[in-house]
């Protein structure tokens, strides 16, 4: 599940390592002197790190299994990052949590957050990294980490590190920690940089710019708690799961478009520099289907394929507990019924409208139905689209750094999942946030098989040490 993500965290501090080495080469080298210096001792020790990378990706961890063995790892790891950090010359501080209590009933210790700071030199901006820890090794044999580097003044940004070690899990506590240091940690950074997720090609970096919310609803059909008979009962009783089916039949139609009165008025229309930005993208439809195993797409272009995944809402629908789902032929007619399904949204889609849209709409069909069974939605998980200015500073910087590492233009894309963290960071600390991704589309991320290419992960290493310098000139 964590190599990618450990990829992403040890490409960043290894970005790190490098400027800081790359620094003490010279005492004034001019910048691209420098930056080629720290291509140079990248490429000449990209055996190191892969190695390093092998013994991260080797640890076995998860904070999703409540398991106390697995949880001391988290802590174990968190503690191992604080000394590498340490080691940098880091100030780091470890944020105590309070620890989790679990539906069972059991209690587990929630590992602390890492707030950790390189640099504090006023005149340069500061960077913040978001990253989470889910592995880490048992051994503490990074080659490359023995030497104490010291912090020079060379380096040309501050850096600051938020790692939790929960983030599968839902991140416990972390927004509420984020809350807390807005006015401390927070306060002097200027750019928040993220990097959990892929690019859209093999070979095209990308930058990203927007993910979808997410907002899950749950609907109860039940005319009692106990499950009927079709022999004693069928043909006398509204049966919820008729109910049911159709109040799911109602949600979507064949081409993909919600039928949900007034959802779609939220949409802004696509400017033309919208889609000149999804013209420019590096996606091979007829490969992205083949590799799906889909035998045809809803759609026929890169574009609309492209608008219906990152600018339009999508609804899915998820399942039915209570249904009879076993093989075999059972005649139950279950008594008590729930559908559950999701609407991805996109930004500029308001939750409270959308979570007030859907329980109308699907109130009307109910009641259309005359029903004597009782229908209860509630939405369950709602969590808000993110987007950026694509014209920050941050990236600027990162664009002339993905031109220097790779030679090319960025793919600007976003992501069609949710992570809540970006719009989390953006609202509470009012500051400028990025997701500048390592990984190739075809990683696998969480899947069987899950990989890093080595080329991502050397010249993703570059990219961070690339995009300091930049920033540092743009700021
Ligand atoms: C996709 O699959 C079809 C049918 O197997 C094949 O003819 C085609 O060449 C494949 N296209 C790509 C781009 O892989
Ligand atoms: C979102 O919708 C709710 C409910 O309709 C409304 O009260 C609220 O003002 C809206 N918020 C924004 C930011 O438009
Ligand atoms: C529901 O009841 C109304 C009024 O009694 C009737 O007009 C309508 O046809 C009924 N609908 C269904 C689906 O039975
Ligand atoms: C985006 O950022 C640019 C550059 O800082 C600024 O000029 C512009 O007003 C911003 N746009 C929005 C919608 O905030």
């Not at 003044?153 to 939790?164: A, C, G, Q, R």
Request: glycine residues 6%; charged residues 25%.
């Amino acid at each position: 599940m964590s190599f990618w993500e450990v990829g992403e965290m040890a490409s960043s501090l290894l970005a790190l390592l490098l400027l800081l080495e790359g620094a003490m080469l010279s005492s004034s080298p001019p910048p691209s002197g420098l930056l080629e210096k720290l291509f140079q001792h990248i490429d000449l020790h990209q055996d190191e790190f892969v190695q390093t990378l092998k013994e991260w990706v080797a640890i076995e961890s998860d904070s999703i299994q409540p398991v106390p063995r697995l949880r001391r790892e988290i802590f174990r790891i968190m503690a191992l990052a604080a000394d590498r950090l340490q080691h940098l010359g880091a100030r780091v501080k470890s944020v105590d949590l309070d620890s989790q209590q679990l539906p069972d009933g059991q209690s587990l210790p929630v590992p602390p957050i890492l707030l950790a700071e390189l640099g504090d030199e006023p005149e340069k901006p500061t960077v913040c990294f978001y990253g989470h820890l889910d592995v880490q090794p048992a051994q503490q044999e990074d080659g490359w980490l023995t030497d104490p580097y010291t912090l020079t003044e060379e380096l040309p940004v501050n850096i600051k590190f938020i790692l939790e070690g929960m983030e599968e899990a839902g991140s416990v506590a972390l927004e509420e920690l984020v809350r807390k240091e807005k006015d401390s940690f927070f306060s002097n950074v200027d750019y928040i940089v993220i990097s959990d997720n892929l690019w859209i090609s093999r070979r095209t970096p990308a930058l990203i710019f927007g993910t979808r919310g997410n907002s899950y609803f749950m609907v109860e059909v039940k005319c009692r708690d106990q499950d009927f008979h079709s022999g004693t009962f069928g043909g006398i009783l509204n049966e919820p799961m008729a109910d049911l089916v159709a109040l799911l039949g109602s949600l979507v139609d064949s081409s993909g478009h919600i039928l949900i009165p007034g959802i779609y008025d939220q949409m802004t229309p696509l400017t033309e520099e919208e889609k000149k930005m999804y013209e420019t993208i590096d996606l091979d439809l007829e490969e992205y289907q083949n590799s799906s195993q889909v035998e045809k797409f809803l759609f026929d272009t890169k574009e609309e394929l492209l608008t219906h995944l990152w600018r339009y809402p999508s609804l899915s629908i998820h399942g039915i507990q209570g249904a009879f789902d076993d093989p075999g032929t059972k005649t139950v007619i279950p008594g008590r019924v729930i559908g559950k399904f999701s609407i991805r949204l996109v930004p500029h889609m308001n939750l409270s409208l959308v979570e007030k849209q859907v329980k109308q709409h699907l109130e009307a069909v109910f009641s259309r139905r005359n029903s004597s069974n009782k229908m209860a939605v509630s939405m369950v998980i709602g969590l808000h689209p993110w987007i950026a200015n694509i014209s920050d500073t941050q990236y600027l910087a990162a664009k002339r750094a993905i031109r220097t590492v790779f030679g090319v233009e960025p793919d600007m894309i976003q992501d069609g999942s949710t992570i809540p963290i970006a719009r989390t960071f953006q609202d509470i600390t009012q500051k400028s946030v990025m997701m500048l991704p390592l990984g190739a589309v075809d990683d696998g991320e969480h899947a069987q098989n899950e990989k890093i290419n080595r080329w991502n992960y050397i010249e993703g290493s570059k990219l961070f040490a690339a995009f300091f310098l930049e920033l540092s000139k743009l700021h």
